[in-house]
Structures are given as C-alpha cells and as structure tokens.
C-alpha cells in the first residue's frame, strides 16, 4: 500500500472516520413513492467501507422534491425507511449522514405531490428540462417567489429534517447548497432579485443559507452539520455572476463562525464544466478553521496529493462508488479499478446499474 494519507482515520466534528475516504452524494432515483427501499438498503451496504457515506439528496419537504423518485425525510414512514439503511450501513463499520436537499426551482409540478408548491427566492424559471416519468422531459416552469412566511416555514422543514435524520439513526446532516438548489438560488442575484432582506446586497443573498445553518446547528448540533457549495459552478442554470468570489468569501468566514462540522466543496470540472478557481478552494481553506472535504474528478493519487497538500482533510468520490462498491479495498490493494459504467442506467428504478456492480474478485 503505497499511499497512505487516505486511510488514516480522521474526526469530521463528533464523527470518527476510520479512513478519510468519502462516498460523494449522488441522485440514483431509486425511492418509488418518494420513500428509502430494500433496494436502497443493500446499495449502501455495499459502500459501507468509505469512511463516510453522504447520502443522495433528500428532501425536507414535499416542496422540494423536484425529481422523479427522489427520497424524502419529512414523513414517519420516510424516517423508518431511512432507520433501516443507517443500522445496516453502522452494522457494516461505516458512517452516514444525509444531505438535505430542497429542489426549489429545479422542479416539475409533474414530479410533484398534490398540495405542493415550486417554490424559489423569485419568479425566475431555470432555464432546461426536467425527467417526469409520466411525460419524459417537460420544460422547467415559472416557480412561485417566496414570501416571507414562505421563508420561514422553508427553514423550519430543514431543521424537522435534521431533526428526523437523527431519530432515522444518521450521524449528522448535510446541508445542500450546491449545483442550482434552493439554498444555492438565495446566492445569486441572477436567480435572486428581491428587494428585501434576502435579496440585494452579498449579506443580503447569504442571509438565508446562514439562518438555515445556524437553526439546524442549534438544533441538531454544530459538530452534526456539514454544508455542500459549488462556487463557480453553472448546474441547474447558474451563470457566473461578478461576485462570486466575494460571496463565498463572506459565506465561508459566517460559516466558521458557526463553527460547523465541515465544508464539502464540489468541482464539476471533471463533467465539462468550468474549473473552480483554486483561488477561491484556499480562501475557503483560510477562512475556514474545521474540517474541508473536496469532490470533483478526485483519482486515488490526486486525492492523496491534496490531503498531503493541506488544501483537503477528506475527499469525496462520486462515479467510482457507482461501479466499484469495493472502492476503498481496491484502493488500498491496488486492485484495478471497473470500467464497466453505464451511465444509461444512473436513474432508473430497479437494481440494474445499482446494486448489480460486483466486487474484485483477486
């Protein structure tokens, strides 16, 4: 085992890792009816060996469940589903947190329950399309502005989440405000043009992601929350905007200030997307005093590299999991990596691309 840096144990807040090896987040669509499966059981299972599972996102609230068959953690039966994926993935010697996502925008009233709303900081629509099951791609569509008793109940659904997530038996939440969501729209003053106090100003358009943080770190634990950013990414109709830089400057300085768990920072440019300056990965670095977990296009040696570095104290993997289960084993054996993916088979809704990739067999 010629590297050594990812294997070692490491803390993220009152988790203890026994490798610094991440399972990034990842959509599988998978839940039928939006609710954790037997099938969801045994894809987790069969990662338990990363040091940290981050589950798929995972909605607080039927408002934001904007893809076909995505998971939520709003109703009991949700939250018991959930429990039986934390007690195998536990049983196995792993830890898993989940990431609360909320859609906003990025929606379709067809991947919708009745009774909900697409809800975004404003009447902006995305421009793109969106999977529905019943009518294949569909145009995004206009979403409703937010009031501010939108606001608020919006923030009061992701601290009942995080606060589900722990009776579901997960060691902590993440916080999704990367690649276009909800969180990620407050950010922008291109998906966000209110005039009132989330909107405007950098302080302003960072009010919201830091109320959300700040009442799910008092709620469930500051050393149980983590939060996921993209600067500089474009996913979900995000064009770059002048501030960029600013905005996650002022961002990751509030957020050490809160003094959460850790910061996961995605680089996409591995997917064909513009690369994430490295000048903003050692602001964020600077500001940041706790725990930076970095994902995007990582391979064994560069993930090594930026342990050694400083820059990373944990990195995410998110493609290799998917065909390699037995990630970790191969890396730390020099087993080859699979090749087999197909990516055809990402989001569908049975095992097939899901649970079906075998181990190494030396």
């Known amino acids: ?28 669509c998978r839940a039928i009816n939006n609710v954790p499966n037997d099938l969801m059981v045994d894809y987790y299972r ?38 039986k994926i934390t007690k195998t993935v536990h049983q196995n010697g792993g830890k898993i947190i989940v990431q609360l996502m909320h859609s906003g925008r990025i929606s379709h009233p067809l991947n919708m329950p009745l009774g909900s709303e697409i809800l975004a900081p404003s009447a902006i629509k995305a421009a793109g399309q969106m999977w529905t099951d019943s009518k294949e791609l569909q145009d995004f569509v206009v979403p ?51 005039n009132d106090d989330y909107g405007g100003s950098i302080v302003n358009r960072c009010r919201f992601i830091i109320e959300v943080v700040t009442a799910v770190a ?24 002048p501030e960029i830089h600013d905005t996650y400057d002022y961002l990751s300085k509030e957020l050490n200030k809160i003094d959460i768990a850790y910061i996961h920072l995605v680089d996409h440019s591995s997917m064909g997307a ?46 290799p999991f998917i065909n390699n289960p037995d990630l970790v084993e191969r890396f730390k054996n020099d087993w080859p990596l699979s090749e087999n993916l197909n990516a055809d088979l990402f989001y569908t809704a049975d095992e097939k691309g899901y649970t079906d990739y075998p181990s190494h067999t030396p």
């Not at 994430?276 to 296009?297: D, S």
């Not at 560069?302 to 342990?307: F, K, L, P, T």
């Open 1 to 28: 085992m010629k590297n050594h840096q990812l294997f070692t144990p490491e803390r993220l807040g009152s988790i203890e890792l026994k490798n610094r090896i991440v399972m990034a987040p990842m959509t599988r």
């Open 46 to 83: 069969q990662r338990s060996s990363a040091g940290l599972i981050i589950t798929e996102g995972t909605s607080t609230s039927p408002n934001g469940l904007g893809y076909a068959r995505i998971s939520g953690i709003f109703k009991q039966l949700q939250v018991s589903c959930w429990k």
């Open 144 to 194: 409703k502005e937010m009031s501010l008793q939108d606001i608020i109940h919006a923030k009061t659904e992701f601290v009942c989440a995080a606060e589900n997530a722990l009776f579901a038996g997960f060691d902590g939440v993440e916080l999704h405000a990367a690649n276009g969501y909800l969180l990620e729209e407050f950010l922008s003053p291109i998906s966000n043009i209110r």
């Open 218 to 241: 008092e709620a469930i634990g500051k050393e149980k929350t983590g939060i996921r950013l993209s600067p500089y990414g474009v996913a979900s109709d995000m064009p770059h905007y």
């Open 274 to 319: 513009p690369p994430v300056p490295m000048e903003i990965k050692k602001t964020i670095r600077k500001n940041f005093r706790n725990r930076l977990i970095l994902c995007g296009g990582f391979d064994q040696q560069s993930a090594e590299a930026a342990i050694k570095s400083g820059l990373a104290d944990l990195v995410a993997f998110g493609k």
